[in-house]
């Protein structure tokens, strides 16, 4: 069945990059002058989907209002001829049919994609989570349909770690397919000890899933912290059919991470048309002052 919707989880509070998301949904912090979330809505796009739910949480209304069609500033934009801004913000609202529901309450990012079940209906999809930009010539979610098709199975989008990072993440236990497919039997949210850890590869931002993962979730206990976990429910499907993890290819952007932010910036701003020459010029400059 060809795959043509996506979830998008973006109802988190962003505290890792406070105070900047107090009242600015992180989704919408800029690289070089996109948001964020745009350039995952345009990855979705590129990857054959068309329908596309959001899932926000309270003052999360920007979103909505970055993707809706701005009849006032085009018309500012027409009358002053500023015809390069009007061609970057007019077709925006065209990208894809693009749905929202709130998350009441922050519960987890299994419980926000539970929220997706009627959007959703008897299909397989794709998940992509609202902190992580991935940019390179192949979009990541077309790589992880593209094994869907392949196997037939859910699919997990992984990366390696280091080592010290590991228990903040998922950890997989992998058996090489061939070039960067894998097969994953089994997964741990969060490891805590070194014997717990099953690879240093984790599911870094996307995801395809069946529609099967709907009742599981619905069946799945939430873990300490109250928060219903994904990873759980993928775990019981990883354990009794197996899913398909691709390492792949293109660099991942954390944007609920400061640092993160910063990379993002910095990278993307040195391939920018209207930003590379000048950055490149300051950064060589900014470098020769460095200790």
Known sequence: MKIT????PAAGLGTRVLPATKSMP????????????QYIVEEAVNSGITDILIITNRGKGVI????DHSMSLEDVLKRNGKNEMLKSIENIHKLANIHYIRQIETKGLGHAVLKAKT????????????????IGDIPATKQLIDA???FGKGVLGIKKVDQKDIYKYSSL????????????????????????????????GRCVLPPEIFEILEHTDPDSTNELQLTDAMKKIANTYG???VEYTGKRYDMGNKLGILQAN??????????????????????????
């Open 148 to 150: 869907y098709d392949d």
């Open 173 to 204: 236990k992998v058996d090489h397919i061939h070039d960067n497919i894998y097969k994953c039997t089994d997964m741990i949210e969060k490891p805590k000890t070194d014997d717990a850890v099953l690879s240093l590869f984790s599911i870094l």
């Open 243 to 245: 899913m398909t993890a």
């Open 119 to 134: 959007f959703i209906g008897n299909e397989p999809f794709a998940v992509m989570y609202g902190d992580d930009v991935i």
């Open 26 to 37: 992180k989704e919408m912090i800029p690289i070089v002058d996109k948001p964020a979330i």
């Open 64 to 67: 909505e209002d970055h993707f």
């Open 266 to 291: 910095i990278e993307v701003g040195l391939k920018h048309k209207e930003t590379k020459d000048g950055l490149r010029d300051y950064i060589k400059e900014l470098a020769q002052n460095l200790q």
């Open 5 to 8: 919707k996506a979830v998008i």
